[in-house]
């Protein structure tokens, strides 16, 4: 038996980033670092708006993981590698 589809039952790739609108997200980006955050907007691009957000930026030696804090970010969709979502 073959399903048909229609326009507003088709989903694309970037509906799965809507279900995550307002919940925590992991962001892992280009040079080694990751973002984590509430997600409370995005385009298609994949441009990222972050609240309560948590920048890590790892380092290849021994030395600590730098972590900043923020109220609010904007993340640039070129440097997305991953969006994941985490629980808080």
Known sequence: ???IR???QQQEPL???RFQ???FVLVKLRGAR???GRLQGYDSHCNMVL?????Y???AG?????VKKTEMVFVRGDSVILISPISE
């Not at 609240?51 to 920048?55: D, L, R, V, Y």
Request: no cysteine.
């Open 1 to 3: 038996m073959s399903t």
């Open 6 to 8: 229609t326009e507003s």
């Open 15 to 17: 509906d799965l980033i």
């Open 21 to 23: 609108l307002d919940e």
């Open 34 to 36: 990751e973002m984590k």
């Open 51 to 55: 609240s309560e957000a948590e920048e």
């Open 57 to 59: 930026i790892y380092s």
């Open 62 to 66: 021994d030395e600590e993981t730098v």
